[in-house]
Each structure stands twice: as structure tokens, then as C-alpha cells.
């Protein structure tokens, strides 16, 4: 009997660990992740599944992590295994990855170094004591005889799109050219920040519009014309939309400085131009309630300080303005602008699709402008009250064929990819690459860089609402101490009522 048993143990035994190792097999590459975060920040995206799917070739990732790193950058660690788990899992067996050690192997610390990941420092306290140490979080891709490096991991946010984009990188055989260009009559400005941007994944090119667009370039980008285009340069630039090519232009009406307070409507042929495509931008200017600040000098008793003041002029757009529509904006939470004028839609002719408008706090100012960022002094900043404005617009150019469709994308902000303007602003850089990837029919990572967005701003309450919800602050817990108070009393006289009946028993 006891033979029996012990035959059946070791039966059940063996059973049981062939079941846990098949299905140990099996879940390697079928599995599923119960992630509860509002963008699934936990999970692969589809945008990563689907590049990785193109790998073809083996790929391997070497990760240099130094050990025994303090507390958000040991769970960075953590997280970095997780996801490159998921890569791996998706990838067909493609995608091999392994974790070195840095902490006193001299060897691996030059092999690191020699892959561009050079040791950052950080403040460490061991054994109640401060340390400065040299550590190392970084990590390598190799793909056939192509390299790609992140050097530094020190949050997880944005980290999917940066391997992600690190491995369509890799993997993408043809790089499309984007063309940035310039008139006869532009002044040279500053654009270095979204032309570092765009250099990551396209060839950069800059060109004059008296030259004839090459046929290589998939997408020109035109930013703040002041002036009319000659002829020469005004035939360039339609023959190249007409054989297909896509625009990104950013274009207002007028010419503000805000130094000296003046504002003068331009004079271009480019506004022409655009009217033939349906779209007409009005020579006046936008202002809107959520806005950005400005420093005005004010007297402080003998000091005269900056005081950050909002500047209607200065339009924030946020979530609730974006069109829900358009993958290219439905996942964004907010666009800076500056100085922009209002767009005027006729889409009698072509298939023209608004993106996104000031809030319904908002005003027009035209023929005669008051830049004053004085609220004292400017009247249109107590007029805040009119709906939302178009400000930015995309257009369908070639109508008979979907599958060759090219587009027209106008902000209105003639200062929105300058260093000097919108180009600082990260939000806007989020905009600007899904829009040059919607142009150039290249979706996949648009979804997966709009939910790595980080600027979650809190919903501003009207006055009336902010006194209502500040006296509920304050009055309600007191009303639910003394509540519980009373519960407690009442409890209490409860219980001594029922002790003295048992006892007067």
C-alpha cells in the first residue's frame, strides 16, 4: 500500500512539473498583462508590436546597469527587464537581450564606454553617509552592421518610444527626406531644436524655393513668411504640391514684436496661395483665457521687479480643442502658440479637417492692436468671452486617389518651429513629429509618443466654482469629525444603557 502511494506521489510529481514547464514554453510567447494604467504604460503598445514585427534579423541588446543603484533608479531597472521581456516575446525569437554588471569589472566598463554609454554620478547614501558614485544605465542595439545607443536611463518615462524609435531606426532600409526651406527674402532664423529632432529618424535638408524641389523630398516645411514669394519661387512651390508633395507651414498675419509693443499685418502672395486650397487666414490676432505668462516690470517701492502676468496673446490649446478625430492631435494635452490668427475654412473645393482652435474664452483683435500685457491697460483682456477660433488645419490636396494623397498642414503661428518661439516648447515637439509621420504615411509610433505625454495639467474651475469647492474644503471635514463624534456619543450612551440594565437585573 505504502508502495502504491509512493509510486502515485511520484507520478502526481512528474505530472505536475511537465504541466508547469509546458505551459512555462508556452507562456513565453503567448501571455497576457493586466495593466490598469490609463495609457497601459505597463504593456507594450500596438505601435511597438508592430515595429517590431518588421525585425527579420536577429537584434541584440546589451544593457549596462550597475547594481545596487538607489531606490527610482533600481525600479528603472526593473521596468527596463519587464519591457525588453515583452520586445523579446514579440519579436519571433528576433530580439535577444542580456544585462552586464558594471560595479568592478574594468572590462565591461570599457566595453560601455566604447559603446557611447560613459558612467554618470550620482549622490548615494551608504551607511548614513553621502557618496558620489560612478554608476552606469545605459544600453546598446545591434542590428546587422548597424549600432544605436541609449546612453543614460534615468526615468521610464519615454522609454518604450525611445526603443521603439531606436529599432524602426535600425531597422528601416530608406530614409525619407524632409526638406527645410527658405525664400530670397527670409531672414535667417533659428532652428536647430526641431531640426535635431526630425535628423533622428529623416534626412534633413535645407534648400532655397528659387531652386526646383528634387523629387526625393517627401515633405518641405515652411515656417514665417513676412514678405511675397517671387515668382519663380511661388511657381517651385506649387508645382511641387501639385506633383504630390507635402507642405508643413507655419503662417500668421501679422508681424508682432513684443519688445516694442507694435504689430503690422503682412503683405504676401503666400496668403493667396493658400485661399486656392480653401483656407484663409485672417489678418487679425487670436487671444484666449488659458495663455501663457510674460514678465512686466513692476514698482516695488524703491525696486522695480519682474511680475509674471497672463498673456492672452500667448494661446495654450488644450485637450478639450484638439480634434478628436485625428490620430495626429487626439492623444495630445496641450500646444503653446504665439501671436496666431484665426483660420477661415471653406471646404467647398477640398477635404479640409480644423486640428485644433483656441477655448471658447476667447477674443480677436484687429486693424488696431494693443500688445500691452497690462490688463489696466488693455480692454480686449475683459472680452475673453467668444467661442473657439481655428488655429491650425489640415488639407487633402489630392482628392482622387487615397492611396497617393498628399496634405497641406497649417499652423498659424509664423514663430511655432523657431528656437525662439514654439520650437522651445516640448509640447510643441510632440505635435510637430506626429505630424511629419501622418505626412509621410508613417503612423506607427504617432499613438505611442502622444500617450508618453507628461503634461497633465489640472482642469481650471470657473470662480464660482473655485469659492464653492474652497468652503467645501474647509467646512466638510469639520462636518464629518462632529458627525463621527456624535456616532460615538450616541454609541456610547447606547452601551451604557444596556450595562445598567443588565446589572439593575
Not at 428 to 437: G, K, P, S, T
Amino acid at each position: 500500500m505504502i508502495v502504491k502511494n509512493k509510486k502515485n506521489f511520484i507520478t502526481y510529481l512528474v505530472l505536475i512539473i511537465s504541466i508547469l514547464i509546458i505551459t512555462n514554453i508556452v507562456s513565453r510567447n503567448i501571455f497576457f498583462r493586466w495593466d490598469l494604467t490609463e495609457n497601459k504604460m505597463y504593456s507594450l503598445s500596438p505601435s511597438s508590436k508592430s515595429v517590431v514585427e518588421k525585425i527579420d534579423d536577429r537584434l541584440t541588446m546589451k544593457i549596462y546597469f550597475s547594481d545596487n543603484l538607489p531606490g527610482e533608479y533600481g525600479n528603472n531597472r526593473r521596468y527596463l527587464q519587464d519591457i525588453l521581456e515583452e520586445y523579446a516575446a514579440y519579436s519571433s525569437g528576433n530580439i535577444h537581450f542580456e544585462f552586464f554588471h558594471t560595479d568592478d569589472d574594468e572590462k565591461m566598463q570599457e566595453n560601455a564606454q566604447k559603446s557611447g554609454i560613459q558612467p554618470v554620478q550620482l549622490q548615494v547614501i551608504e551607511n548614513d553617509n553621502i557618496e558620489v558614485k560612478r554608476v552606469y544605465m545605459g544600453m546598446v542595439f545591434m542590428y546587422e552592421d548597424k549600432r544605436e545607443t541609449i546612453p543614460v536611463i534615468q526615468t521610464t518615462t519615454g522609454l518604450e518610444y525611445d526603443i521603439t524609435t531606436k529599432i524602426k531606426k535600425l531597422v528601416e532600409t530608406n530614409k525619407q527626406t524632409i526638406a527645410i526651406a527658405k525664400t530670397s527674402r527670409q531672414n535667417d532664423v533659428k532652428n536647430e531644436t526641431i531640426t535635431d529632432l526630425l535628423r533622428q529618424r529623416y534626412n534633413i535638408r535645407n534648400i532655397s524655393l528659387e531652386q526646383n524641389i528634387a523629387n526625393d523630398i517627401t515633405l518641405l516645411i515652411l515656417n514665417g513668411l513676412e514678405d511675397s514669394l517671387s515668382q519663380e519661387e511661388y511657381q517651385h512651390l506649387t508645382k511641387y504640391i501639385t506633383k504630390g508633395g507635402n507642405l508643413l507651414l507655419a503662417q500668421n498675419r501679422i508681424k508682432t514684436d513684443l519688445a516694442t509693443q507694435q504689430a503690422n499685418p503682412i503683405e504676401s502672395n503666400i496668403f493667396s496661395f493658400l485661399e486656392q486650397y480653401g483656407v484663409t487666414v485672417k489678418p487679425n490676432l487670436v487671444l484666449d483665457l488659458n495663455c501663457g505668462k510674460v514678465n512686466v516690470q513692476q514698482n516695488l517701492g524703491f525696486l522695480r521687479i519682474p511680475v509674471p502676468m497672463d498673456y492672452p496673446f500667448l494661446p495654450i490649446i488644450k485637450k478639450n480643442n484638439f480634434n478628436q478625430s485625428n490620430i495626429m492631435v487626439n492623444g495630445l494635452e496641450a500646444l503653446r502658440l504665439m501671436f496666431p490668427s484665426e483660420l477661415e475654412i471653406n471646404d467647398s473645393l477640398f477635404n479640409i479637417l480644423p486640428l485644433f482652435s483656441s477655448s471658447n474664452q476667447s477674443t480677436t483683435m484687429q486693424e488696431f492692436f494693443n500688445l500691452s500685457p497690462d490688463p489696466n491697460t488693455n480692454p480686449s483682456f475683459q472680452q475673453l468671452n467668444e467661442n473657439g477660433k481655428n488655429l491650425g488645419a489640415i488639407i487633402d490636396v489630392n482628392t482622387n486617389d487615397e492611396n497617393n494623397q498628399n496634405h497641406i498642414i497649417l499652423i498659424s503661428d509664423s514663430k511655432f518651429l523657431i528656437d525662439e518661439g514654439g520650437g522651445a516648447a516640448p509640447e510643441n515637439h510632440i505635435f510637430l513629429m506626429n505630424a511629419v509621420d501622418y505626412l509621410l504615411g508613417d503612423r506607427e509610433l504617432i499613438s505611442l509618443r502622444s500617450r508618453e505625454v507628461t503634461n497633465r495639467p489640472l482642469q481650471e474651475l470657473e470662480d464660482g466654482k473655485k469659492s464653492t469647492w474652497k468652503w467645501i474644503n474647509i467646512l466638510l471635514p469639520s462636518i464629518i469629525i462632529i458627525a463621527f463624534g456624535f456616532m460615538r456619543l450616541r454609541n456610547e450612551k447606547a452601551r451604557s444603557k444596556v450595562l445598567e440594565e443588565i446589572y439593575d437585573a
